[in-house]
């Protein structure tokens, strides 16, 4: 079966979708717009809602893009793990994923916030682990640049390490609660961590009882060399950026040789690469909303967009020239720069052509044309191991989300590659994963000091 999110973020995936009369009115700080979004995806039996996250204002010095843009600055929203709580309580089986980051978080408050959002949604948790790809986020942090990208990784994996140890803290069967004994707690059931590494020492244990899904779901999408390896070690999910089949095919090798190599199963870590869905009745339905969006932007606004998505201003250079050469590294978002550098190298294309491609699915790959065709697409890249399902955008929302429910899910579900029903409660039991068996500390038992074993032993006697 494939597997199914999409963003909760209620501005679609087009710069301009914001401005189409098929969008929501208004939606800052709207909260009845997430959770309408919310049902809508759920009512399709999507596997996630996705919230994507960075902590700066961006965008301030390019005024084109601060001007136009809400769906990539983000400058007003909410908290993701605090909305995800609230969304929580809305829905019942849709999983709640989203984003923090590693480089400018503590590993003990970040477990605790996730292992909160676990228990409120009853295990539908998800972490989206990132290093952080926009560099401005450091100036709110202390430092006057971004963290370079192997510290970054490096730090990540301790990071993520510490919260699977905070995570073991208690068994599952710890709080007894027995009125009759007078033990509210059993003491051998839990244990410290005590780590102490090169970016944190914490002691534990975590405040918060074994989660439902003993860690929620580990997302993750980096695609260098040290995100693949992350990834590689900690994820349940994978996201990718691909704009052809074959380096999504590429990607997806890849990443499942990597798992292999860290001893897990392959089919177990699920690959969604993201698309962008553009779906009609028929073919003329779905080019028009294109038509319709493409009108709204100017070619400045197209290239702005071009620029950040490849982190290279190319205000300076001719539209109609071709692509400059974009393989040199950068310190935030490397992914969707290579993946369009390959296009521009594969296809010889110019700035104007390439923004037209990028533009209308946010950086992602593009699918377009009426049910039929946009379900062959989704089945051929599933079928050629090109993605275990994908991360679908919605290029207006709410209209291309209630679309691609009532019109592109009844077909997968027809074809048999799409559930027809949840198959439990809980995110691991939708996406099919064990929940993990808890680690035990061998140095973490927990041992009274020893007025405290004296207060206890005076008590027991009692
Ligand atoms: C679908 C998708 C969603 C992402 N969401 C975020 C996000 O919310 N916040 C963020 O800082 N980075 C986000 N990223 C970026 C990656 O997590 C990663 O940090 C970035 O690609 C830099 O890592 P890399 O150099 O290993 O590719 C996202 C990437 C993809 C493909």
Avoid at 114 to 129: I, P, Q
Avoid at 195 to 203: A, E, I, M, N, S
Avoid at 280 to 289: F, I, P, V, Y
Avoid at 321 to 336: F, I, K, R, T
Wanted: charged share 25%.
């Amino acid at each position: 079966m494939m597997n199914l999110m999409t963003g909760i973020f209620p501005v679609g995936s087009h710069l301009a979708s914001w401005r189409h009369p098929k969008s929501w009115p208004k939606v800052t700080m709207e909260l009845d717009v997430f959770i309408e979004t919310a049902r809508i995806a759920e009512q399709g039996k999507f596997d996630m809602l996705f919230l994507a996250d960075g902590n700066a204002v961006r965008s301030m010095d390019e005024p084109l893009m601060f001007l136009a843009n809400p769906s990539v600055n983000r400058p007003s929203t909410y908290d993701p793990l605090m909305l995800m709580a609230v969304l929580a309580q809305y829905t019942k089986h849709i999983g709640l994923f989203c984003t923090a980051t590693t480089t400018y978080d503590e590993p003990y408050l970040l477990a605790r916030r996730f292992g909160s959002l676990d228990h409120l949604s009853k295990g539908r948790a998800c972490w989206n682990v990132v290093t952080g790809s926009y560099e401005i986020d450091a100036l709110n942090f202390g430092l006057s640049r971004h963290v370079a990208r192997e510290q970054r990784y490096e730090r990540a994996e301790e990071f993520v390490r510490v919260c699977k140890g905070l995570w073991d803290s208690w068994a599952a069967d710890a709080f007894i609660e027995d009125k009759a004994s007078g033990h509210f707690l059993d003491p051998s059931k839990v244990q410290r961590l005590n780590h102490d590494g090169k970016h944190f020492r914490v002691q534990g244990p975590l405040n918060v009882g074994r989660l439902p899904q003993g860690y929620p779901v580990i997302a993750s999408a980096g695609q260098s060399e040290p995100g693949r390896e992350l990834a590689a070690k900690h994820a349940d999910v994978i996201f990718s950026i691909a704009l052809t089949k074959e380096e999504a095919q590429e990607f997806y090798a890849d990443q499942k040789a990597r798992v292999v190599r860290h001893g897990r199963d392959p089919d177990k870590v699920r690959i969604l690469p993201g698309v962008t869905v553009y779906v009609g009745e028929t073919e003329a339905e779905a080019d028009a909303l294109w038509d319709e969006l493409a009108e709204l932007i100017t070619p400045e606004v197209g290239v702005a967009m071009l620029s950040k998505l490849c982190w290279t201003d190319l205000s300076g250079y001719p539209i109609d020239g071709p692509m400059p050469d974009l393989s040199g590294e950068v310190l935030g978002m490397q992914s969707y720069r290579k993946a369009i550098d390959d296009l521009a190298k594969q296809k010889n294309l110019t700035i104007r052509e390439m923004y037209k491609i990028v533009v209308p699915g946010a950086g992602h790959l593009t699918f377009k044309g009426n049910v039929t065709q946009v379900a062959d697409q989704l089945e051929e890249w599933y079928r050629d191991k090109a993605a275990d399902g994908f991360n679908i955008m919605m290029p207006v929302h709410p209209y291309s989300l209630q679309r691609f429910v009532d019109l592109v899910i009844p077909e997968l579900q027809r074809r048999g590659l799409f559930r027809t029903e949840y198959p439990g409660t809980t995110l691991r039991e939708t996406l099919g994963l064990e929940v993990p068996p808890r680690g035990v500390n061998p140095n973490g038992a927990w041992a009274p000091a020893k007025h405290q074993k004296h207060a206890l032993t005076t008590a027991a006697a009692k």
